[in-house]
């Protein structure tokens, strides 16, 4: 038996004996089922996740290392580049969960990377250790420590010829570990599962499994996002920026949330998890190498609604990155070399200008576009020509002719008003007299237009002292 150590976290992932010999002679590589024809006898498949399995083949060419899979009902994805330093962790920390929780979940991990020069010798390399220590995992190798057994899998999208396309990223990886575990929910049969997206590098608590499984029990939403807290670890200055960040997205959150925007939510990816139904109902996971998990939980809000998942908190990493322009890698590296000084958010008037135009909408569902548009002129000059650049002067009539009701007419205009196109009018109102201010100014009007829940701050040390910035997060979170 082979033994490892990580840094004092560890985790042990076996299976039963008989279980281990069968899946050792098959070299733990299983295809997944796809066919209606290879279902197990009596698991019935609605005719739109059949369909979807059908359609999306390429995504289950990659084979599945796995050990038993029986009775599993819920899938946590986690996709990996280059992380041998960080997953062992994240995985020791799931292994905390309760036998229960373990019993019904498998942890798939996503090893991935694209073909040289895409991705760099480096990260091949340490993909390739990942792979090996997975590889001993799910064939019986033992991780010493206080946790449970982990019911693990992984699919190799690394080595030569099975590398992620030229233009595929994280979305790529999140879609082929979700499509897997799409069909192996459905070749168990699996009723009221759950998909669950995590990140390589995060942490979750031991009630994790357990707080998003009684989330979904009483709710009807399709989707949720857990709540989070990134972990303030590094220098002074890597601790300063992803405050700072952290502090943004709340507050956008937050100002969302006052104009009454269905699209209130954080949309970071190691908090995600949506019903097997609205995985498929929203056409999967896309393939984007950046912002992927903004666009997955807009289609999710649009189907079945997003909500808010309490009683656990996922602790994203804070490391500085180079893989994708924006996020939060991307942020934490800018603020790293710029100063935290320089970060400027999104002005806090744009929230009002956002929240009337939705009332203007709300109120005058009866009313031509025209009269729409020329009460957002009054609100704001020069709001009509941007809404008519963005079509709503021929979207609003035919959503007036397809709606039988008020409250589906009131549906299908927030199906159009998007996520996205509310970030295009949040950036049109910036570049159009709003401009972008610095965080204790955007903090302290927020506490006045909507009561941001952060009264007991010195905004005078705000700017210069890090432990007033941290306090200031800790209320808001």
């Known amino acids: 038996m082979l033994r490892n150590s990580l840094g004092g976290e560890s985790f042990r992932c076996h299976l039963p004996r008989r279980k281990l010999t069968q899946c050792r002679e098959r070299k733990n590589t299983r295809r997944t089922r796809l ?30 290392h796995a050990g038993d899979l029986a009775a599993i009902d819920q899938v946590v994805v986690i996709p990996a580049f280059a992380e041998q330093d960080f997953l062992f962790h994240t995985l020791a920390s799931l292994s905390l969960s309760s036998p229960a929780d373990l019993e019904r979940t498998l942890v798939l991990c996503v090893v991935n990377n694209r073909q040289p020069p895409h991705a760099g010798p480096g990260g091949i390399e340490n993909n390739a250790r990942t792979l090996v220590k997975l590889a001993g995992l799910v064939g019986g190798n033992e991780l010493t420590n206080d946790g449970g057994t982990l019911r693990l899998a992984y699919i190799d999208a690394s080595s030569p010829g099975r590398e992620l396309g030229p233009r595929m990223g994280v979305g790529a990886a999140r879609r082929i570990g ?7 929910l459905v070749e168990n049969g699996a009723v009221d599962a759950l998909l669950l997206s ?71 990816g190691s908090t995600m998890v949506c019903r097997k139904e609205a995985y498929v109902a929203v056409g999967g996971m896309n393939r984007r190498q950046a912002a992927e998990d903004f666009y997955f939980l807009q289609q999710l809000q649009k189907t079945g ?38 970060y400027a958010v999104y002005n806090p008037e744009v929230y009002p200008v956002l929240r009337e135009w939705l009332i203007i909408v709300g109120e005058g569902l009866n009313l031509a576009a025209g009269e729409l548009l020329s009460r957002a002129d009054e609100l704001f000059p020069g709001l009509r020509r941007h809404l ?58 927020a506490v006045e237009l909507w009561g941001l829940p952060c009264p007991d701050v010195d905004w005078q040390l705000f700017d210069g002292d890090l432990e007033t910035r941290i306090d200031v997060l800790k209320q808001l979170r």
């Not at 609605?46 to 995504?59: E, G, I």
């Open 305 to 342: 609604g997003v909500e808010v998942i309490t009683g656990t908190t996922v602790r994203p990493s804070a490391r500085s990155s180079h893989r994708v322009p924006f996020g939060t890698g991307a942020t934490v590296r800018r603020l790293l070399v710029e100063g935290v000084s320089t």
């Open 35 to 64: 066919h209606p024809a290879t279902m197990p006898s009596g698991v019935t498949v609605d005719r739109t996740t059949r369909k979807y399995l059908s359609r999306n083949r390429a995504s289950l060419q990659r084979p599945l």
């Open 178 to 184: 979700l499509d897997h575990a799409l069909a192996v």
């Open 198 to 268: 995590l990140d390589a590098d995060c942490r979750v608590e031991s009630g994790y499994l357990t707080a998003v499984r009684r989330h979904f029990e009483w709710s009807q939403a399709h989707a949720g996002v857990v709540a989070y807290a990134h972990r303030l670890e590094g220098s002074s200055r890597e601790i300063a920026a992803i405050v700072s960040y952290e502090l943004f997205l709340r507050y956008h959150a937050s100002g969302l949330a006052w104009t009454h925007s269905p699209y209130a939510y954080p949309a970071i």
């Open 388 to 445: 008519d650049q963005r079509g709503f002067s021929g979207v609003w009539p035919r959503l007036q002719q397809h709606s039988k009701t008020e409250e589906q007419l009131r549906s299908q205009f927030h199906r159009w008003f998007d996520g996205l196109e509310t970030l295009k009018l949040i950036h049109w109102l910036r570049d159009n007299g709003l401009p972008r201010q610095g965080l204790s100014n955007v903090l302290r009007r």
